[in-house]
């Protein structure tokens, strides 16, 4: 059975920092497109993140420069790095893996981020 277990979400001060963390079971994240999605009230679901099967990352516009997405393929681990957090980052961030990036075929499910002071 396939797991993917976030955690590491809160509140935190604009400006501040939060490293978030999807461990998985029953795969191997190496083997497969992984990315970080997020969702906020009244707003679709939107990637953040991804690292490819091929290990190349990309970014969305909103968080280029400030996010930081790696993996540890010992720990089959996924990470958010995520620096210099504004108030409209905000949301439920949840880790996904699939052949596919834009069609994931696992969920983790959810962690919540609050930036507000």
């Known amino acids: 059975q396939v797991q993917l277990v976030e955690s590491g979400g809160g509140l935190v001060q604009p400006g501040g920092s939060l490293r978030l963390s999807c461990a998985a079971s029953?795969?191997?994240?190496?083997?497969?497109?992984v990315g970080w999605f997020r969702q906020s009230p009244g707003k679709q679901r939107e990637l953040v993140a991804d690292?490819?099967?091929?290990?190349?990352?990309n970014y969305g516009y909103a968080v280029k420069g400030r996010f930081t997405i790696s993996r540890d393929n010992a720990r089959n681990t996924l990470y958010l790095q995520m620096n210099s957090l504004k108030p409209e980052d905000t949301a439920v961030y949840y880790c996904?893996?699939?052949?596919?990036?834009?069609?994931?075929?696992?969920w983790g499910q959810g962690t919540q981020v609050t930036v507000a002071s």
């Open positions: 690292i490819t099967r091929g290990g190349r990352t």
């Open positions: 996904a893996a699939g052949v596919l990036i834009g069609t994931p075929n696992y």
């Open positions: 029953g795969l191997i994240l190496a083997d497969h497109a």
